[in-house]
């Protein structure tokens, strides 16, 4: 399981891919992009990149 | 009774002026910052600056460049996925830079702005929070252009992590935006923060950004770095709390403090927007402004420009910059910049002049009640507008005291539109003017005079075309004259 971003919300502002532990994100074209082999959720604990999005709804369970 | 025509001679106040000074028209503002006031060596450092400086902005221009869009925390007047309006932050609508972009169009601009002093990041998100892209961009434009001066304006949160760096890299200028000290209030305006690596909500929230914020304020004036502090005005939330605010900031040594009403719309979609949380009137903000007078030093010249924004105080050339418009290589001519700074320290010493020939005059009124005074201008520091054609009015207050400027109030239409007048523009008008005495301007045809005077603003063009705070002043001698002593 990973997260993925919905790229018609994503405001491109990079903060998910500035926190990810993983280094699971990065910019595709004009928004960003979960590498979901890299994603880990982070292990159980509340997800860096959501906590940080500030678009609701735009990064959810793939 | 008019002192500076002596000074200046009436050559003086007609002189055509640098063509390139076509922004803000203030002549003074704030309490007044000149060099008498000032230690010598904060001075240096603000002489130059035109958000630092109320004389500094007629003549000098900052740049934005929006290359920090990463955020670390949600306010109620901000919608990511919109120009945010407050923080002269533009999301994502708008042209956002990386860096290499950033450094280039500020190039582009210096070449052909010589009166370009200051670069500043401001977002679009917050500018320490995204680091990073702040230093890339401020290295790459000081390699070509060493005599610029940095600037930065974040939320604070990040910023103890970040005031070595901020220091090394002599950005002696910093912008924190703190609207509280109170986790409580703080409570209304922010809905969640993102700390090391976890998101916080409510109190706790609040109490953190509350903490972080004092501990880069103290740590960036033990280092000597200049900070100037914002305020959201939000009526009803903070607008009782925030002259605790300013003493609280000038205790700890903050430069300026810059009180700027909230910005409020629901087609930004923002918090604030959807929920009916208006913004203060002009009325509202001034009372808030005159009771942090004081306290830490107001700025009250601020223009609330975008993150993008171009040129002087009251003028933005931000589409003549636009990425697609940059040359491929830049040339920057440094003797035409240097040239400018000449011209500039001449115009200054003329216009310091005028300012000295204020004070004698007001002297002479003694303790009269204060008059406000409304003044159209286009600038140079004249009253050289047309009423109809006014776009917007600068207030100025004078008592025993002096002339002092208070701010400048935008209106939503001129009055004179194709010739003919706006019945709709001149209620709007007078309005916003509705604690103002007198208006001052170049002209003004007989039926907006009327509507004017029957509103309790008396509409004046006796001065038409005069240096503005030598006329105030004038002025008000003159009603202090007329008055009886025992009235």
Not at chain 1, 5 to 33: L, Y
Not at chain 2, 48 to 66: G, I, L, T
Not at chain 2, 436 to 454: R, T
Request: net charge negative; glycine share 8%; charged share 25%.
């Amino acid at each position: 399981m990973a997260f993925k971003i919905v790229a018609s919300q994503c405001s491109a502002c990079g903060a998910c891919e500035f926190e990810c532990p993983n280094a699971a994100i990065r910019m595709k074209g004009d928004t960003f992009i979960v590498e979901a082999a890299k994603c880990t959720e982070c292990d159980g604990d509340t997800p860096r990149c959501l906590g940080v999005c500030p678009v609701e709804n735009t990064l959810i369970k793939a | 009774m008019i002192l500076f025509e002596a000074l200046t001679g009436a050559a003086g106040a007609k002189e055509k002026t640098l063509e390139t000074s076509s922004g803000c028209s203030s002549s003074a503002c704030g309490s007044s910052s000149g060099p008498d006031d000032l230690a010598p060596e904060i001075w240096a450092k603000v002489k130059d600056h035109p958000c630092y400086s109320e004389e500094a902005h007629h003549y000098f221009a900052r740049m934005h460049v929006a290359v920090a869009p990463a955020c670390n925390i949600q306010c109620n007047y901000c919608n990511r996925k919109y120009d945010c309006a407050n923080e002269s932050r533009p999301g994502v609508v708008s042209e956002r830079l990386t860096p290499e972009q950033g450094a280039k169009k500020v190039l582009a601009v210096a070449a052909s702005v010589p009166q370009l002093s200051v670069l500043g990041i401001a977002g679009p998100g917050d500018a320490l929070y995204d680091w990073r892209k702040t230093r890339a961009t401020f290295d790459a434009v000081v390699k070509d252009l060493p005599d610029i001066k940095l600037c930065i304006s974040s939320n604070g949160l990040a910023l103890p992590d970040h005031v070595d760096e901020i220091v090394a890299m002599n950005i002696d200028h910093v912008t924190i935006t703190i609207n509280m000290i109170d986790p409580e209030i703080g409570a209304k305006i922010y809905p969640w923060i993102f700390y090391q690596h976890a998101r916080y909500t409510g109190l706790e929230a609040s109490r953190l950004l509350h903490e972080r914020q004092m501990l880069g304020l103290d740590m960036l004036v033990a280092r000597g770095v200049l900070v100037k502090v914002n305020s959201v005005l939000i009526p009803g939330v903070n607008d009782a709390h925030l002259v605790e605010v300013n003493r609280e900031v000038k205790k700890r040594g903050a430069f300026l403090h810059n009180v700027m009403p909230l910005i409020s719309d629901p087609a930004h979609g923002t918090h604030f927007g959807l929920t009916g949380q208006r913004g203060p009137t002009a009325q509202e903000l001034k009372i808030v402004q005159d009771a942090c007078e004081g306290g830490a030093k107001l700025m009250r010249h601020c223009r609330q420009c975008r993150a993008d924004a171009v040129g002087m105080l009251g003028e933005d050339r931000g589409q003549e910059f636009t990425l697609d418009k940059l040359p491929e290589t830049v040339a920057i001519d440094f003797a035409k910049r240097d040239a400018y700074r000449s011209q500039i320290e001449a115009k200054r010493e003329l216009h310091a002049f005028a300012r000295m020939a204020v004070k004698p005059a007001a002297e002479t009124a003694l303790a009269r009640a204060p008059l406000t005074v409304a003044v159209a201008t286009k600038g140079d520091g004249l009253i050289n507008q047309h009423f109809g054609h006014a776009k917007e009015f600068l207030i100025y207050r004078a008592d025993g005291a002096g002339v002092k400027f208070l701010g400048a109030r935008k209106i939503a239409d001129q009055y004179c539109q194709g010739g003919l007048g706006e019945d709709s523009s001149l209620a709007g008008i007078i309005t916003l003017l509705s604690d103002v005495d007198v208006l001052l301007c170049a002209k003004i045809g007989g039926c907006p005079k009327g509507e004017l005077k029957a509103a309790g603003i008396e509409p004046s063009d006796d001065y038409a075309h005069e240096f503005i705070e030598p006329s105030i002043a004038a002025l008000y001698a003159k009603r202090g004259a007329e008055i009886p002593a025992d009235a």
